[in-house]
């Protein structure tokens, strides 16, 4: 235990009650996530955008909280060939950085995200972020 509150644990006791919804927490929407995306889908359909939703989830190796069920669950319900049309779904496996890790600047994770958005950007024209002159 003293190892535990080594750390700062203020937003542990908030964050397994949201998971486990025992203190009556809703997720709404995400109650059941596949059909949260499929609706979502729906709801990108009725727009026009001109573009698909891109989605990139960057997974951990070593990953204690979702393991390799919580990806295969999460890729299952953002790979799906009825929303191909609305959503374009990639995701990697970091195999060197763990659940705490995976965002943090350090492992590089972070890095590799902006340097794919900042070359979406570029692609799309920069008109899109600095408005039309």
């Known amino acids: 235990m003293k190892v535990f509150f080594a750390e700062n644990v203020s937003g542990a006791a908030e964050e397994a009650l949201l998971c486990l919804k ?53 890729d299952g319900c953002w790979k799906r060939e009825d929303i191909m049309d609305v959503v374009s779904y990639k995701s990697d496996e970091h195999m060197r950085s763990t659940h705490d890790s995976v965002a943090t600047p350090e492992d590089g994770q972070v890095g590799l995200f902006l340097k794919d958005l900042r070359e979406r950007v570029v692609a ?6 600095e408005g039309k002159s």
Request: aromatic fraction near 12%; include cysteine.
């Open 124 to 129: 799309a024209g920069s008109s899109s972020i």
């Open 22 to 74: 025992l203190d009556g927490t809703s997720w709404d929407a995400c109650e059941d996530y596949a059909s949260c995306v499929g609706t979502l889908a729906e709801k990108l359909r009725g727009q026009h955008f001109g573009s698909k939703l891109s989605v990139r989830a960057i997974f951990s190796g070593k990953d204690f909280m979702i393991a390799s069920g919580g990806m295969k669950y999460f």
